[in-house]
């Protein structure tokens, strides 16, 4: 691990224990740290004490007995962690109240917020323990906020019962998909079990999804939409989508050393659950890109994006890739209620028509279950193609 986080409480430590980590996992084994599989996290009795561990974790020594592994220790009844092992110093104590928080507008105009802010940091600093994404600690305490703002309580003050007329207000009043509620469900379940310590969630049943079938482009409707799109970036952008079924975020994050035009593949870096994966592209996507690098290679394009933003520094924000595609669509006067992602749902269900095995298209796809992939069935028309309509054989007799 990169950082270990130490949670001292009652008399006992927690340790969250995500990446495995041989050296570092026979550390706490060595100091009667017993392994709690459920909650993925290592529990040590007081007889070492939690600032002792941060020490001997964070400062390098030539005992051995140390890892030189930086180390967070949050103790139940402070805000403040103390940081041992950053920058090769002993250790320093950083208040969280000099750390940058983003919290989201509130949602509920005219109520006051109340969701108070040392929860917030401690919700914070357990969702950055188990490494969650960025955009997911923004919206487990977006949800959190949200629950505490409409019902006017504290999150002591909450009940299960609160939760279900929350639940049921979000899907009348603010018209949350079924999606949208779990995400909800499990910002609030994490929240109450990881960091109160109380999972009045737990008997709160999930809404059942909407089974709605993707959005697919044929082939022909596809090679108008690439001919009206006359800016070469644009063009190659909404190509590498439909070439290689990449997400609209993984496309603007590509960098030019992602791409091995060679073998025809493209590497995508911390995908969808942060994991990394290989996909296809094409041969036109290749010509293309060689053009690309010749006119933008001294104007700064290029050297890292591959899809620069207004900033030569960042890359193209998701939104502005989303109107590139809602101007060629419309260009091309495509009536169908498409998205830049029906691009990679094209891109898979074309594969399965053309006799492709699911499962690499699973894996091409970067999905975690074959279920996900195994929607695409629904609309290819590979089989359905060889059925007549009953409408067409009326002249057959009985």
């Known amino acids: 691990m990169d950082v270990a986080y130490i949670f001292s409480e009652s008399g006992s430590s927690r340790v969250p224990f995500f990446d495995y980590d041989k050296p570092l996992y026979n550390f706490f084994i060595n100091r009667g740290g017993k392994w709690d599989k459920t909650r993925s996290e290592f529990v040590l009795d007081g007889n070492i004490s939690a600032e002792q561990l941060c020490r001997d974790s964070g400062n390098p020594t030539n005992s051995g007995n140390s890892l030189g592994v930086p180390c967070v220790l949050i103790e139940n009844q402070s805000t403040v962690p103390k940081i041992f092992g950053f920058l090769d110093r002993p250790w320093k104590q950083t208040a969280v109240d000099n750390q940058p928080v983003h919290r989201p507008a509130p949602v509920l105009s005219g109520l006051p917020d109340k969701f108070p802010k040392h929860w917030?940091?401690?919700?914070?600093?357990?969702?950055?323990?188990?490494?969650?994404?960025?955009?997911?600690?923004?919206?487990?305490?977006?949800?959190?906020?949200?629950?505490?703002?409409?019902?006017?309580?504290?999150?002591?003050?909450?009940?299960?019962?609160?939760?279900?007329?929350?639940?049921?207000?979000?899907?009348?009043?603010?018209?949350?998909?079924?999606?949208?509620?779990?995400?909800?469900?499990?910002?609030?379940?994490?929240?109450?079990?990881?960091?109160?310590?109380?999972?009045?969630?737990?008997?709160?049943?999930?809404?059942?999804?909407?089974?709605?079938?993707?959005?697919?482009?044929s082939k022909i409707e596809i090679k108008k939409l690439l001919m009206t799109e006359n800016n070469l970036k644009h063009r190659l952008l909404l190509m590498m989508v439909y070439a290689s079924g990449l997400r609209v975020s993984e496309?603007?994050?590509?960098?030019?050393?992602?791409?091995?035009?060679?073998?025809?593949?493209?590497?995508?870096?911390?995908?969808?659950?942060?994991?990394?994966?290989?996909?296809?592209?094409?041969?036109?996507?290749?010509?293309?890109?060689?053009?690309?690098?010749?006119?933008?290679?001294?104007?700064?394009?290029c050297r890292d994006w591959l899809f620069e933003g207004a900033d030569s520094n960042t890359h193209l924000n998701i939104r502005s890739a989303q109107y590139i595609f809602k101007h060629a669509l419309k260009e091309a006067k495509i009536g169908k209620p498409a998205s830049i992602h029906s691009l990679r749902h094209s891109f898979a269900t074309h594969l399965l028509e053309n006799g492709t095995d699911i499962r690499y298209i699973q894996e091409l796809l970067g999905h975690s279950s074959i279920h996900t992939t195994e929607r695409y069935t629904h609309v290819a028309r590979r089989k359905m193609l060889s059925i007549a309509s009953p409408l067409d054989t009326l002249d057959d007799g009985e």
Request: aromatic content about 10%; hydrophobic content about 30%.
């Open 251 to 301: 496309v603007v994050r590509l960098k030019r050393q992602d791409i091995d035009i060679a073998r025809k593949s493209i590497m995508i870096n911390s995908g969808k659950g942060r994991k990394d994966r290989y996909t296809i592209t094409s041969d036109m996507v290749i010509n293309a890109l060689t053009d690309y690098y010749s006119r933008y290679s001294n104007t700064g394009n």
């Open 120 to 217: 917030e940091e401690k919700l914070e600093i357990e969702l950055r323990a188990r490494k969650y994404s960025r955009n997911t600690r923004l919206s487990y305490i977006y949800y959190n906020r949200l629950l505490c703002q409409y019902l006017q309580k504290s999150p002591e003050e909450i009940k299960s019962d609160d939760i279900s007329g929350f639940l049921a207000m979000t899907e009348k009043n603010m018209e949350y998909s079924a999606a949208t509620m779990n995400i909800a469900i499990s910002a609030i379940k994490f929240f109450y079990k990881s960091v109160y310590k109380n999972d009045i969630v737990r008997e709160q049943r999930r809404p059942h999804q909407d089974k709605r079938l993707p959005v697919v482009l």
